[in-house]
């Protein structure tokens, strides 16, 4: 099993579509990215702490590969705005991709290149590509929320678009 820390906004997004892809065995919610130890939701919100709201994924590279975790991440999710998504807006609301290793930073960048020479978005990609620092879990209450939650307004409205797109243009992907 290798791992992947991925930022796009808030984590229960970026939970709910990698829990249905296939290859993931597990999707948990923490933050990355900070400079001080064991932050607490709380504290991140204020974004004192420089952490992001990001996802550690557990996954299985002969099943799936990092760079198609990649493609996922960055179609489920705007990576040409600026500490925001939709109307989730600070720091710790920013898109980044947390590398493990020297490989892991490669792909990144390759493919962060590639979908800019091909003018995928019409904006700049504006990814942060970081050296992963030490992630820490979310309190229980994050963990499953989009599962536990789906008729909630934020799952139904900014949650379900996320994973309707997964299941369609990444259908070859999904579980």
């Keep these: 099993m290798e791992i992947a820390i991925l930022a796009g906004g808030c984590f229960w997004c ?29 504290e ?26 990649l493609m996922v991440f960055m179609a489920t999710h705007d990576p040409t705005t600026l500490n925001r ?12 991709i947390f590398y493990i290793d020297q490989k892991q930073y490669m792909i990144a960048n390759s493919y962060i290149d590639e979908l800019q020479d091909q003018n995928v978005y019409s904006n700049d990609i504006v990814t942060e590509v970081a050296p992963a620092t030490d992630f820490y879990d979310a309190d229980d209450i994050h963990d ?20 309707r797109k997964l299941m369609t243009e990444y259908a070859d992907l999904a579980k």
């Design 14 to 42: 970026t939970e709910a579509v990698f829990q249905r892809v296939k290859g993931v065995v597990e999707v948990k919610s923490g933050f990355c990215g900070g400079h001080i130890k064991n932050p607490a939701y709380r």
């Design 44 to 69: 991140v919100v204020t974004e004192r702490t420089g952490h992001a709201e990001a996802v550690k994924i557990t996954y299985d590279p002969e099943i799936i590969s990092y760079k198609e975790l």
């Design 144 to 163: 499953d929320y989009y599962n536990n939650n789906r008729l909630q307004g934020y799952c139904q409205y900014v949650i379900d678009p996320k994973v």
């Design 85 to 96: 998504q939709g109307h989730d807006v600070g720091t710790h609301y920013r898109s980044a």
